[in-house]
């Protein structure tokens, strides 16, 4: 089963807009990570949280951890029509040794 | 750096049929990590090999196989090909073992049809 949750499932916005995706998951972890794919292409690392860090930025990206909730999200700002991805967490339970994937959330940037 | 390459980036097999996956991992790394991904069951975890062993391996059958050479590019294989095996297989590549440190740099995906 899938450690992560993402929501919404699908996500659609006008280009200007900021995109806000949630990712929960089950289990005590190391670090969280978000990752971006085109359409039926390969991961693009987009940023690492480690399980201490409550906020990280890296551009127009914003991302938050709350580890007792144990949920993420990213914040994508002033979005794009190049921002139209599939976006994914995926965490590194502690013992795990391996990324457990979300099911990934679906943003389309209308222009 | 060139980035993580897989070769085929497109194949289809008939069921019954093996194939075999390559991924040449960015230089200086020396895990590797195999994802299958389908639109149902999404991302999911194959094995990981790190110097040459398997470091982990996730819940698929043992027509699923891989390894990894001294050069530190990376095979995977699947023998008697099912319909469901249809997927994007993808490699990711990290200096070190998952262990929650280290960020995975992913192929472009190898795109299997199975008919």
């Known amino acids: 089963s899938q450690q992560g949750e993402e929501d919404p499932q699908a996500l659609s916005i006008q280009e200007g807009e900021n995109a806000t995706m949630n990712c929960s998951y089950k289990t005590s972890i190391n670090n969280l990570q978000w990752y971006r794919q085109n359409s039926g292409r390969g991961l693009v690392h987009l940023i690492l949280?480690?399980?201490?860090?409550r906020e990280k930025h890296s551009g127009r990206l914003r991302v938050t951890l709350d580890t007792s909730k144990k949920s993420s999200s990213l914040l994508i700002t002033a979005s794009r029509a190049a921002d139209t991805a599939s976006y994914f967490c995926a965490t590194d339970a502690k013992g795990a040794q391996k990324l457990v994937f979300g099911q990934g959330t679906r943003l389309t940037i209308n222009p | 750096k060139a980035g993580v390459t897989q070769t085929p980036r497109y194949l289809i097999k008939t069921r019954g049929q093996q194939v075999t996956l390559s991924c040449s991992p960015i230089s200086g790394h020396r895990s590797v990590s195999w994802y299958q991904q389908t639109p149902g069951q999404g991302l999911q975890f194959l094995f990981e090999y790190f110097s040459e062993t398997q470091r982990n391996k996730g819940n698929f059958p043992g027509r699923f196989s891989g390894r990894q050479f001294s050069n530190s590019r990376s095979e995977m294989n699947v023998s008697t090909l099912e319909l469901g095996d249809s997927a994007l297989y993808l490699c990711?590549?990290?200096?070190?073992?998952?262990?929650?440190?280290?960020?995975?740099?992913f192929g472009p995906g190898t795109r299997l049809t199975v008919l």
């Open positions: 990711a590549s990290s200096l070190a073992p998952t262990s929650g440190t280290d960020t995975q740099y």
């Open positions: 949280i480690r399980s201490n860090e």
